[in-house]
């Protein structure tokens, strides 16, 4: 089946010395693979190995046979080119890590329209602006909400917030959020990433925050797996 659609590239992948595999999240199909052959050699091919770098917004047209192999794609253009997320230092940290994060939290081969523009809204926004040092912790936050285990904050007046059951609770039973960390977690909940920047808290907090909410993944996702440029980010941030 040819399909039309807007897609955020998630990863790319060497295969051989020539091609990419490459995983898109794609407005129409959710989570699909790709097989590029011999993108990396072709210099006159529709198909420019520049469009698969982490988080580019693309228009493509491809063939989607569904039976779980390698789709393959027809042409691609740039659905938006970015200012400089790509090549600011901060930015393109938080944009590689982020990438990373969605590849190991999204994994549905289905549509799914409110993720997709939450995701291409968030990341045209991290381009514009540039006060950005809680954009991931806050953008992790929302995400949640299309993973289906937001923070239920009906009790947000007690003293902890429980990784594993994900709500504020009252006694320690398992990992929690607590003490500074639980301060600025609260004030996050109330702002999306477009005002981040009004909660304040310093580096050593929100390193913290930011492995705790790696670890709240880890809890709810089955496969988890920690970025590796996680370190990079914290040390951008320091």
Known sequence: ???????????????????????????????????????????KGKLKKGYFQPLTQLEIVANHK????????????????????????????????????????????????????FIATAFIWLDEHDEIANFHISFLLELTKYLGFYPDDSQREAPYFDLLEGEFVYSLYNQVIEGQQLAV?????????????????????????LNSLIRYYQLHLSDFKKPKSLEILQQIFA
């Not at 789709?71 to 990438?99: C, G, H, M, P």
């Not at 977690?185 to 925050?209: P, S, W, Y």
């Open 1 to 43: 089946m040819i399909v039309t659609t807007r897609a955020i590239v998630l990863s790319a992948i060497k295969y051989g010395d020539t091609s990419l595999i490459v995983k898109l999240f794609t407005e129409s199909d959710g989570v699909k693979s790709y097989m590029l052959k011999g993108v990396l050699s072709s210099k």
């Open 66 to 117: 569904n039976k779980g192999t390698l789709e393959s794609l027809r042409e691609v253009k740039l659905a938006y080119s970015y200012k400089n997320l790509q090549t600011d230092v901060s930015k393109s940290s938080v944009a590689i890590f982020l990438s990373e994060m969605l590849v190991v939290s999204l994994q549905e081969e289905e549509e799914n329209t409110a993720l997709y523009k």
């Open 185 to 209: 977690f609260k004030q996050l909940l109330q702002h999306g990433f477009e005002d981040a920047n009004i909660v304040k808290m310093n580096k050593t907090v929100r390193a913290d925050l």
